[in-house]
Nanobody, 126 residues
Framework: QVQLVESGGGSVQPGGSLRLSCSVSGYTQSSGCMGWFRQAPGKGREGVAVRDGAGYATYAESVKGRFTISQDNAKNTLYLQMNNLKLEDTATYYC????????????????????WGQGTQVTVSS
């Protein structure tokens, strides 16, 4: 059984940083993708950063240069380092994993992902 458990959310001022962690169990990435999505109140869920089994990362334009996705296979953990946070980054952040390969142009779409964590809240406010 695949389990994804996020942690590391919290409240931070604009310009601050947070690191999210996703503890992964029961999942073999192989050719699949793992990544981070977020959902703000009243909005749909959007892809933030995803990473394939070869380590290639794809980022949403809104977070490029500020967020970094990484993975520690020894710890079975996926990370999202978020720097220079902005008010519009406020959302619930979800860790996700796919069953198989996702073409690069579809990787930031939630439809390709079968496994989801419960989410962790990130609030950016002054």
């Amino acid at each position: 059984q695949v389990q994804l458990v996020e942690s590391g959310g919290g409240s931070v001022q604009p310009g601050g940083s947070l690191r999210l962690s996703c503890s992964v169990s029961g999942y073999t990435q192989s050719s699949g993708c793992m990544g981070w999505f977020r959902q703000a109140p009243g909005k749909g869920r959007e892809g933030v950063a995803v990473r394939d089994g070869a380590g290639y990362a794809t980022y949403a334009e809104s977070v490029k240069g500020r967020f970094t996705i990484s993975q520690d296979n020894a710890k079975n953990t996926l990370y999202l380092q978020m720097n220079n946070l902005k008010l519009e980054d406020t959302a619930t952040y979800y860790c996700a994993a796919s069953r198989g390969y996702i073409s690069w142009w579809a990787r930031l779409s939630e439809t390709g992902y079968s496994y989801w964590g419960q989410g962790t809240q990130v609030t950016v406010s002054s």
